[in-house]
T-cell receptor
Framework: RKEVEQDPGPFNVPEGATVAFNCTYS??????FFWYRQDCRKEPKLLMS???SGNEDGRFTAQLNRASQYISLLIRDSKLSDSATYLC????????????FGTGTSLTVIP | DTGVSQDPRHKITKRGQNVTFRCDPI?????LYWYRQTLGQGPEFLTY????????KSRLLSDRFSAERPKGSFSTLEIQRTEQGDSAMYLC???????????????FGAGSRLTVL
């Protein structure tokens, strides 16, 4: 079983829509959680860390459900510039040194 | 500091040739990671260093692959006798991790794209 699983999409949404992505992880003792954004043929860039209490950064909200072992990302009021692949990232349980990436979820925001 | 630098950005080679990629991490970062990414997939872990010590290697890293970080600064990833299946983006990332369990966040370089003909 893969450490991290994501729906690859693609998600095609109109500008202004709200879209949510989920990601599940297999190791219940995983330590840290992140969402990275990757534009086409570019490197991944940190979008936000995910904290147990949930956290928000502008139009982006991340939540962690340890009991169900899933992480979510909510994007409100989608912009054209939000079009990208969103990667769910989980660290290992022992040291937090090993980062496991999902396959990514592709989002296209349509005018 | 301009972030994580990788060189070359693109490499086209013939099957059987050796290639070497270089990564210069953010200067104050003590951790350096190598990942491989193919189209439609997320980055796959290859190996990582803390300072000059190589602490972990993936099963993906066959004996044709070797990585070094001789002085705990830049790192090289060499692939010997390249195969067409080695065609991918090779991503380097660095982070700072102290002795506690503080945040350990990866910053990636732009990657080195390898095409094996």
């Amino acid at each position: 079983r893969k450490e991290v699983e994501q729906d690859p999409g693609p998600f095609n949404v109109p500008e202004g829509a709200t879209v949510a992505f989920n990601c599940t992880y297999s190791n219940s003792a995983s330590q840290s959680f992140f969402w990275y954004r990757q534009d086409c043929r570019k490197e991944p860039k940190l979008l936000m860390s995910v904290y147990s209490s949930g956290n928000e950064d502008g139009r982006f909200t991340a939540q962690l459900n340890r009991a169900s072992q899933y992480i979510s990302l909510l994007i409100r009021d989608s912009k054209l510039s939000d079009s990208a692949t969103y990667l769910c990232v989980v660290t290992d349980s022992n040291t937090g040194n090993q980062f496991y990436f999902g396959t990514g979820t592709s989002l296209t925001v349509i005018p | 500091d301009t972030g994580v630098s990788q060189d070359p950005r693109h490499k086209i080679t013939k099957r059987g040739q050796n290639v070497t990629f270089r990564c210069d991490p953010i200067s104050e970062h003590n951790r350096l990671y190598w990942y491989r990414q193919t189209l439609g997939q997320g980055p796959e872990f290859l190996t990582y260093f803390q300072n000059e010590a190589q602490l972990e290697k993936s099963r993906l890293l066959s004996d044709r692959f070797s990585a070094e970080r001789p002085k705990g600064s830049f790192s090289t990833l060499e692939i010997q006798r390249t195969e067409q299946g080695d065609s991918a983006m090779y991503l380097c990332a660095s982070s700072f991790r102290d002795s506690g369990f503080g945040a350990n966040v990866l910053t990636f370089g732009a990657g080195s794209r390898l095409t094996v003909l």
